[in-house]
């Protein structure tokens, strides 16, 4: 009688082996796509707050602060608002080393985005006809430091004729 060894063969013990390998980086590629998407919707949110911020922060300086425009004058534009306030003090909003500086002229300027977040663009574009018709047009552009691949851009539009605001779908 021939005795039969119990066990695996190699191959099997192969096979076996890849099949195991197979579904332990597919769990690993999975978790890798979820914790990577995390980090993702992240920062997307990091930049529409600090989107918001800046809008919120536009609409209290032109509208609840401002008693006349210095710059930019009407037919140009720049990346930085000045305005005379209601105080009689001056304070600017200025596009400076990819951050929106926020200052009293005289004071310390101060930012109104934080370090995830660098602003490529931020022109403000002003339009009047003459009257008493004043446009402001402001496109803003917000990058991710840690993810540059994700940005954010939004442009608004002050009127004061009407004393209203909208933002452009883009």
Do not use: C
Request: aromatic share 12%; proline share 2%.
């Amino acid at each position: 009688m021939i005795k039969l060894k119990k066990g695996f063969s190699l191959i099997e013990v192969l096979i076996y082996s890849s099949l195991l390998a197979f579904f332990i980086s597919s769990i690993f590629i999975f978790l890798n796509s979820i914790l990577g998407s995390s980090d993702r919707i992240g920062e997307r949110n990091e930049l529409v707050a600090n989107q918001d911020l800046i809008l919120r922060k536009m609409h209290w300086l032109l509208f609840n602060q401002t008693s006349s425009i210095k710059e930019p004058v009407a037919g140009s534009s720049s990346t930085l608002i000045k305005v005379k306030g209601l105080d009689s003090k001056t304070y600017t909003l200025d596009l400076n080393g990819g951050q929106i500086l926020f200052s009293e002229v005289g004071g310390t300027s101060t930012p109104i985005t934080n370090n995830h977040v660098n602003v490529t663009k931020f022109v403000v574009d002003h339009f009047s006809n003459g009257q008493s018709n004043t446009t402001f047009k402001i496109s803003l552009v917000l990058q991710s430091r840690n993810l540059p691949s994700i940005n954010t851009s939004s442009t608004f539009f002050y009127d004061f004729s009407q004393f209203r605001y909208t933002e452009a779908e883009e």
